[in-house]
């Protein structure tokens, strides 16, 4: 899939979620930002309209999520409420760098490793790291390569019904 010039968001428009922070740093953010969600706040539907670099994709299913993923450069998820982030991880499965806070990046995402964990409720932090990355095609291909095999090895289901097997037998 050629890659445009776009990051993306995938859950629900909330403030646990930290769409008021992506929203915030929309005007510095150097590239298109989509959001992918179900559910948007109210809130947030005229301040999503009012932003030029800002569309919202509502009701994707999922294999249109996987092409949207696989189309953009970055995943973020300012998030302050996770338990599992599953669209972390299907970031990362795609190949997606993220840039995402320490909720967001739970176990799976590394600092500098698969992208950038950026600190809670910081639009700053947010603007410039994604910034800095979309200036860096190497390090998104390093980063692409490596979310991939770290999905792969943590979360290929063969790999997980066998550990799952050996905890049980």
């Known amino acids: 899939?050629?890659?445009k010039n776009q990051i993306i968001f995938v859950g629900r428009g909330t403030i646990p979620k930290g769409l008021d922070i992506i929203l915030k740093s929309a005007r510095n953010i150097k590239s298109k930002i989509?959001?992918?969600s179900q559910k948007v706040d109210g809130k947030f539907m005229e301040q999503i309209k009012s932003l030029p670099n800002v569309r919202l994709k509502t009701n994707a299913t999922p294999p249109e999520i996987s092409h949207l993923y696989n189309e953009s450069k970055l995943f973020i998820l300012p998030s302050i409420n996770e338990e599992q982030p599953l669209s972390t991880i299907e970031a990362m499965a795609?190949?997606?760098p993220v840039v995402v806070t320490q909720e967001a990046a739970s176990d799976i995402a590394v600092n500098k490793i698969?992208?950038?964990v950026i600190p809670e409720r910081?639009?700053?932090a947010l603007s410039k790291t994604v910034n800095k990355l979309l200036a860096?095609?190497?390090i998104i291909s390093l980063m692409s390569k490596n979310n991939r095999k770290r999905i792969l090895d943590f979360y290929d289901k063969k790999t997980n019904f066998k550990m799952i097997a050996n905890i049980i037998t």
């Open 1 to 3: 899939v050629k890659k």
């Open 34 to 36: 989509l959001i992918v």
């Open 94 to 96: 795609c190949g997606v």
């Open 114 to 116: 698969n992208g950038y």
């Open 122 to 124: 910081d639009s700053t």
């Open 136 to 138: 860096s095609p190497k």
